[in-house]
């Protein structure tokens, strides 16, 4: 899921996109840029083949072609959406709550997982477009970054998550 703030946020989107990956896309900007947005989605998905579903007036969820249908209420999805609208969107996490909530996630808990991934997703796919080499495609840094967080929620390393995350992006990328 990524909240886009304005038009240049939806660099990450196309990104995620172009790696196979659905996307559950809320709007928080200015009308002209949701528009801009909206336009740009309906160009990729008519020239991608991909689908596009409108959730709601501020969510659209995007499938690349060839993706198999995603389960939003199942998956959990639905229920993140809801959560963004409830208030100004994700909350920060503190070093504490991410203690916490890494134990939960190693045993099972989806929300554990979720409250984690929601956290530094985002984070750790603009690190890795920043940091990319230019043999390294955008799609294929933004899939290293996120196999990098989830490997992390569920072995994680002594210390910070974010201090891992950033090193084990730069040994994935970085020759």
């Known amino acids: 899921m990524i909240v886009v703030r ?3 946020d ?5 990104t995620i996109l172009q790696a196979a990956h659905p ?10 840029d949701e528009r801009r947005v909206l336009d740009l989605l309906s160009g990729w998905a008519l020239g991608s083949g991909g689908d596009l579903d409108r959730i709601g007036p501020n969510t659209v969820f995007a499938r690349p072609a060839n ?8 998956s959990g999805l639905a229920s993140a959406v809801e959560e963004v609208f409830a ?7 503190s070093r504490d709550e991410e203690e916490r909530l890494l134990p939960q996630a190693v045993r099972g808990s989806v929300s554990a997982r979720r409250r ?3 956290s530094y997703a985002e984070l750790a796919a603009l690190f890795a477009l920043k940091i990319r080499p230019r043999s390294v495609s955008e799609a294929r840094a933004v899939r290293l970054a996120e196999e990098e967080l989830d490997r992390l929620v569920r072995f994680p390393t002594k210390g910070p998550l974010l201090v891992s995350l950033v090193e084990g992006i730069i040994k994935k990328l970085v020759p």
């Open 6 to 8: 304005n038009f240049t």
């Open 67 to 74: 993706c198999p249908a995603v389960p939003l209420g199942r």
């Open 116 to 118: 984690i991934t929601d």
């Open 23 to 32: 996307v559950l896309i809320v709007t928080r900007t200015s009308e002209e």
């Open 87 to 93: 208030g100004e969107g994700p909350r920060p996490l």
């Open 10 to 14: 939806i660099k990450v989107v196309t």
